[in-house]
């Protein structure tokens, strides 16, 4: 399903929009509750089995755009008797979109798919060889009066073999495709058959969200509260994640996204490519410090659902994760050092970053977060047009280095390490795993926990194919790789090692001091995590 625009991308962005819009025009929002039938306008459905069911799912993807909880189906309000309310609360309210769960199934938008089974189809011709049952391991496919197999579901085990083993291609593997894409086997059923999500698994990596094909399955947001805190005059920052190259369409260069972004009133927009190349740094120095002799192995930092993965599954393992901070916290608290009053909104490709930027263990320096898309749904809503944009004259985001902007892809992040290493011990040589898709990841934590890759450095990815296939992404994957490698290779610096902001970080010690109202003041490394973070 990525890369093929379909009904439900249209769907999503355009309650996006829609509460942009909300947000720039003020006012009364009890009109709010009105977007439901601008989106669905008439008496007829246009792809469910009535229009009242589709304006009931768009309202409870506009509540969750707003940040706000699904409601009880036996408890039903007007989406304005909240919405008020978290306008009043100004900067707090904030808070309302991190209140959990993160990603959400609308239960009636659900199709209740059927589990994974595995069926005999009419294409069966019934040969003489019957290779499927020969391997079944359950005797679970029995003949009929026409020598036709069929599958007793009560003996079958979905293992697959007699899949494998059909000359006809006659036998299908059936698979609701939200649990086909968790990585973490999160998705269960609900007493209807509809699938809910088992929120001990979730690391809210948003692959659920991306292939289904009915769109019941959304995460909240922070368009709204992004919108307003820029209308009350805040100083809003916005930090751009290096998968953003070419996601909002072949003419929105860099210098023209910044310029957009002014626009919208941002005050600054800063390249998280360079928080990538202080984690790159910092993760080589780790490395070349305790690896063998203080870990076995050691894992990359930067992709928080993939984390998050290793504390719930192997949670010995996952002291071997880096304590290095992700690029988008370095960057936050970099901009922090600079503009202590501002607001840093982190503009990526991920759900998971939403999670990692409401950790109460480690203090991220990130107020909001919003995807592409969601980003896009602002552009949308100010009638951005990157054909008529001029380049931004004084910046154009060309700030990280080229490795730096690398971590977008699967396999950047090992890559720009193992190049930094080389630089500071020519003589090390690193062996690189790495897995992309939190299947694929589990895998090769096995291995790792097994022994396998001592001495190695292992990158995770929760999304397959790196940030660019993230959640939160417009462009096909194919397209944000190749977009990406092409921004890559036009830095002006290509190694981690020349970013001169290492030099700036030496001036403040590495340290970011901060004083909490009526506190102490308590240093914060901008790089690494504190020891209290690694025990929290």
């Known amino acids: 399903m990525r890369g093929v625009h379909s009904a439900v991308d249209d769907i999503r962005r355009s309650v996006f929009k829609e509460v942009a819009l909300l947000a720039y025009e003020g006012g009364d929002l009890s009109r ?28 409870e993807r506009i509540r969750l755009a707003l940040g706000l909880n699904m409601q009880d189906p036996n408890n039903q309000l007007p989406i304005s008797a909240t919405i008020d309310e978290m306008d009043e609360m100004g900067d707090a309210a904030s808070k309302k979109h991190f209140e959990k769960p993160l990603v959400n199934i609308i239960p009636f938008a659900c199709n209740a798919c059927p589990p994974k089974q595995i069926r005999i189809t009419d294409s069966c011709q019934g040969c003489l060889s019957h290779p499927c049952q020969n391997v079944c391991p359950k005797d679970a496919i029995y003949l009929d009066e026409n020598k036709h197999c069929h599958i007793d579901q009560s003996k079958c085990i979905k293992c697959g073999k007699c899949f494998m083993q059909c000359p006809y291609r006659a036998i299908s593997k059936i698979e609701r495709p939200c649990a086909a894409a968790c990585g973490m086997d999160a998705i269960q059923s609900d007493e209807l058959g509809r699938a809910k999500i088992n929120y001990d698994k979730c690391v809210n990596c948003g692959m659920c969200i991306v292939n289904c094909p009915f769109g019941a399955i959304a995460d909240k947001s922070q368009i709204y509260q992004t919108v307003r805190a820029i209308q009350r005059g805040e100083q809003v920052i916005a930090c751009v994640a290096p998968a953003f190259v070419g996601q909002f369409g072949k003419e929105a260069t860099p210098g023209k996204i910044r310029a957009a972004m002014r626009l919208l009133g941002f005050s600054e927009v800063v390249e998280v490519a360079i928080g990538a190349d202080l984690c790159t740094v910092q993760e080589a120095h780790a490395f070349l410090e305790e690896v063998p002799e203080k870990m076995p192995y050691m894992g990359t930092s930067c992709c928080p659902a993939w984390s998050m993965m290793c504390k719930k599954l192997f949670p010995q393992q996952s002291e071997y994760i880096s304590m290095a901070l992700t690029p988008m916290v370095i960057t936050a608290r970099m901009v922090k050092l600079l503009y202590p009053d501002s607001k840093v909104v982190f503009v990526g490709p991920c759900a998971s970053k939403k999670s990692e930027a409401n950790r109460r263990t480690i203090r991220s320096d990130v107020d909001f977060v919003l995807t592409f898309e969601e980003m896009q749904g602002i552009f949308d809503a100010k009638d951005i047009d990157f054909t008529k944009i001029e380049e931004d004259p004084e910046e154009k985001l060309e700030n990280g280095t080229g490795y730096g902007r690398g971590f977008a892809v699967s396999g950047g992040v090992a890559a720009a390490v193992a190049e930094t290493i080389t630089h500071l011990a020519p003589e090390r040589k690193v062996e690189i795993q790495r897995a992309d898709g939190l299947r694929e990841c589990r895998k090769m934590m096995m291995m790792a926990k097994a022994g396998k890759y001592n001495g190695g450095l292992l990158e995770g990815m929760a999304c397959p194919g790196g940030c660019v296939a993230g959640a939160g992404t417009i462009s096909p994957v194919a397209m944000g790789t190749a ?6 290779k036009a830095a002006a610096l290509q190694s981690c090692t020349q970013t001169p902001y290492l030099t700036s970080l030496n001036d403040v010690e590495m340290a970011h001091l901060v004083t909490p109202p009526g506190g102490e003041t308590k240093s914060y490394p901008v790089t690494r995590l504190t020891e209290a973070e690694t025990k929290a």
């Open 483 to 488: 977009n990406v490698e092409k921004f890559k």
């Open 32 to 59: 709010v509750n009105m977007i439901p039938y601008k989106l669905i306008p008439g008496e007829v459905a246009k792809h469910r089995k009535d229009v009242f069911l589709e304006r009931a799912i768009i309202k």
